[in-house]
């Protein structure tokens, strides 16, 4: 009855996005018609699933500490997998990838931190959203590696960046100063 309770539509939706990493990876690096294709397609998919499963447990009055934690999980997890992968093959710079991981363990870090001495789960506020939005759209760019984009890949790159960078500001004074700030809203 209590797992009832956490295997909501949208939590699902939130481990589906970690699942789809598989397939994601498989169409990138194998060799066959259109893999960058199916890649960006599954990638909308997983897109997609990061956009529903909120507003799902909004709808649907789903909204359960196990949500709050799975759901960035899930996005750390999966572009943070996904980015090693591009990464790996060479198509986004090994220093982009290092900048993503340290955000992420840094946030995850302090949002444990939290939970463990003032016993609340924090949510993501706007600008972690759309700091992931960011960092997928890069993502999706270097996927796709159409020559006309590399100049819209390159100051994507560098808003994400610069999105990161006062995003993690923006947790750090949330951690420690205690307040509940979300300058994005």
């Known amino acids: 009855m209590i797992m009832r309770h956490y295997l909501t539509i949208s939590n699902l939706l939130s481990i589906s996005r ?3 990493i598989i397939p994601i990876g498989y169409c990138l690096i194998a060799d066959f018609p259109y ?45 943070g997998g996904y980015a090693i992968l591009l990464a790996w093959i ?12 340290l955000r992420d363990i840094l946030i995850f870090s302090g949002g444990l931190y939290i939970r463990h001495k003032k016993r609340i789960i924090p949510q993501s506020n706007m600008l972690g959203k ?8 890069v993502l999706l760019l270097a996927t796709i590696r159409i020559d006309a984009l590399e100049k819209l890949l390159t100051y994507t790159m560098w808003l994400s960046i ?24």
């Open 35 to 79: 893999h960058r294709l199916w890649t960006v397609g599954i990638i909308l998919i997983a897109i997609a699933t990061d956009f529903l499963d909120g507003y799902l447990a909004r709808k649907l009055h789903q909204v359960t500490d196990i949500g709050k934690i799975i759901d960035p999980l899930a996005d750390k997890i999966a572009i």
């Open 18 to 20: 970690i699942f789809l």
């Open 90 to 101: 060479g198509e986004l710079p090994v220093w982009y990838l290092v900048i993503i991981l």
């Open 130 to 137: 759309i700091a992931v939005n960011l960092i997928a759209f």
């Open 162 to 185: 610069a999105v990161m960078i006062y995003s993690v500001w923006i947790y750090s004074k949330r951690l420690f100063i205690g307040r509940n700030i979300d300058i994005v809203k």
